[in-house]
């Protein structure tokens, strides 16, 4: 990962309502775009912004650690499992959904959102992940089988979770194999 992903990115913190919010994500998960949520700290840590010590340090800020207080995922290689409850996000579904023929459309957008999450704990760069990306592409090259984002593999734990929150109707089939 280079760090031009970062580039002429900066932070706005707004305060808004639950449906607001909810709007906000919606719309960048409409365009496809990338965000990461970052816990604002009252007044904390001010300096550290503005002392410039350089690209790469600035990069790692971006990252959010693994807790290794936790066992690794072995779908997702978070610690704890990025759909461990103590990676909670404000957009996780708190009850399940009706089944329903849009839920794919929703799962999607969830997908996407979970996409982020890994992105900031570098899962997509891990040698582990680009191995099974590999033999997964061997298998399925015009990756029609697997459920994708933005060209990377939705790990087993994550789909499971998204396909719990919005299910199909009990005769209709899920669109892409899990892989594992
Ligand atoms: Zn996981």
Redesign the pocket.
Same mark, same amino acid.
């Given at each position: 990962m280079d760090d031009s992903v970062n580039q002429g990115k900066s932070i706005l913190a707004l305060e808004v309502t639950e449906e607001q919010k909810e709007t906000i994500y919606n719309l960048f998960a409409h365009h496809n775009w990338d965000y990461k949520e970052i816990e604002i700290k009252e007044n904390k840590d001010e300096n550290k912004e503005t002392n410039g010590a350089g690209n790469s340090e600035d990069f790692d800020d971006f990252l959010i650690e693994q807790n290794d207080n936790f066992e690794e !995922?072995p779908? !997702?290689l !978070?610690k704890p !499992?990025?759909?461990h409850e103590h990676n909670r996000q404000m957009w996780w579904e708190s009850e399940i959904q009706m089944a329903h023929i849009r839920n794919s459309s929703l799962r999607k957008t969830d997908y996407k959102r979970f996409w982020t999450n890994l992105f900031h704990r570098n899962v997509w760069q891990d040698p582990r992940y680009l191995e099974r990306k590999r033999a997964a592409l061997r298998q399925d090259p015009r990756r029609r089988n697997y459920v994708y984002h933005r060209r990377d593999l939705m790990?087993k734990?994550?789909i499971e979770l998204v396909r719990s929150w919005f299910p199909n109707l009990p005769n209709v089939p899920y669109m892409g194999h899990m892989w594992e």
């Open positions: !995922c779908y !997702c !978070c !499992c990025i759909t790990p734990c994550v």
